[in-house]
């Protein structure tokens, strides 16, 4: 049973640029949140999708956008990219209906230059 | 808003002592608690989850937690510590907002183990 999986592992662009983030939730998970974890912090909620539908969103700005497609994975993009964008970016999934754990995967190393 | 607030940044201790880590979150009707461990260079994994029924929860790796509601704390806890356990836990709670789950991490301990 494959857990979550991310690409690409490591990424590095130049501010002001542009970045797609790629996620595969767990088999049998509909629900896929993203969450940014900078150095030294503890993960923050960015957004999570639903159907194709963004569902709660985060403290973060429009430059963050996301999608989900049918087979439930998932994209994270970021506009415009600056200094303080450098972070782990970790996926997450789970079942919509549930309360319980949500599985991560290894997550996204973005620097930004 | 749920928040969590996780007492100690990093914590040493010799390998086969004891260890407890510190978590307290802000109080709600009902809550779920968790706690998270990553390796460097790696994800999240779940070290154990309260939801409901007993207080005390036994986890993976030897490790447990007591949920104790009147003081808001989800104390984590290791009768003996390896080498291995070398890593940065997370104590995270759920917070519903529309029907959407997301969870409100705290800032982590570095739990570090000296030979």
């Known amino acids: 049973d494959a857990g979550v999986t991310q690409s690409p592992t490591h990424l590095i662009k130049t501010r002001g640029q542009q970045v797609t983030l790629r996620c595969s939730p767990k088999?049998?998970?509909?629900?896929v949140s993203w969450y940014q974890q900078a150095l030294g912090q503890g993960p923050q909620f960015i957004f999570q999708?639903?159907?194709?539908?963004?569902?709660q969103r985060g403290n973060f700005p429009d430059r963050f956008s996301g999608h989900q497609f049918p087979n439930y994975s998932s994209e994270l993009n970021v506009n415009a990219l600056l200094l303080g964008d450098s972070a782990l970016y970790l996926c997450?999934?789970?079942?919509?209906?549930?309360?319980?754990?949500?599985?991560f995967g290894p997550g996204t190393r973005l620097t930004v230059t | 808003a749920q928040s969590v607030t996780q007492l100690d940044s990093q914590v040493p201790v010799f390998e086969e002592a004891p260890v407890e880590l510190r978590c307290n979150y802000s109080?709600?009707?009902?809550?779920?608690l968790f706690w998270y461990v990553q390796y460097p260079n790696q994800g999240l994994q779940l070290l154990l989850k309260?939801?409901?029924?007993?207080?005390l929860v036994k986890g993976i790796n030897g490790f447990e937690a007591e949920f104790n509601k009147s003081q808001t704390s989800f104390h984590l806890r290791k009768p003996s510590v390896h080498i291995s356990d070398t890593a940065e836990y997370f104590c995270?709670?759920?917070?519903?907002?529309?029907?959407?789950?997301?969870?409100?991490f705290g800032q982590g301990t570095r739990l570090t183990i000296n030979p």
């Open positions: 997450a999934s789970s079942l919509v209906a549930s309360y319980e754990e949500q599985y």
């Open positions: 088999s049998g998970h509909d629900t």
């Open positions: 999708y639903y159907e194709e539908e963004e569902r």
């Open positions: 109080s709600s009707v009902s809550v779920y």
């Open positions: 309260y939801l409901s029924g007993s207080t």
């Open positions: 995270a709670v759920s917070d519903f907002i529309q029907g959407a789950q997301k969870l409100v």
